[in-house]
């Protein structure tokens, strides 16, 4: 329902956000980022060639960033 419009193309990345944030360590109410080997893991999984696997990363760490930074303002 409030899920971001996204460019075409960015689909993959949004998705593979969301996968891998079951990923993250959470505990004592901390927010832990995703494990740079899960991300590889997915894109090994799906295939993605070298420039896809960099802009995944990307992508990947500056939702990662942006996630955590708003669940750490709502506590």
């Not at 927010?31 to 295939?47: L, N």
């Not at 896809?52 to 992508?59: F, I, M, P, S, Y």
């Not at 760490?61 to 506590?75: A, G, L, N, P």
Request: net charge positive.
């Amino acid at each position: 329902m409030n899920a971001p419009k996204l460019r075409q193309g960015l689909e993959l990345f949004y998705g593979a956000f969301w996968d891998l944030s079951t990923e993250r360590q959470i505990g004592f109410g901390a927010v832990g980022q995703i494990p740079t080997s899960k991300i590889d893991e997915w894109a090994d999984r799906y295939e993605l060639n070298w420039n896809q696997r960099e802009a995944l990363k990307a992508c990947v760490r500056k939702m990662d960033r942006t996630f955590i930074s708003h669940v750490s303002e709502k506590k």
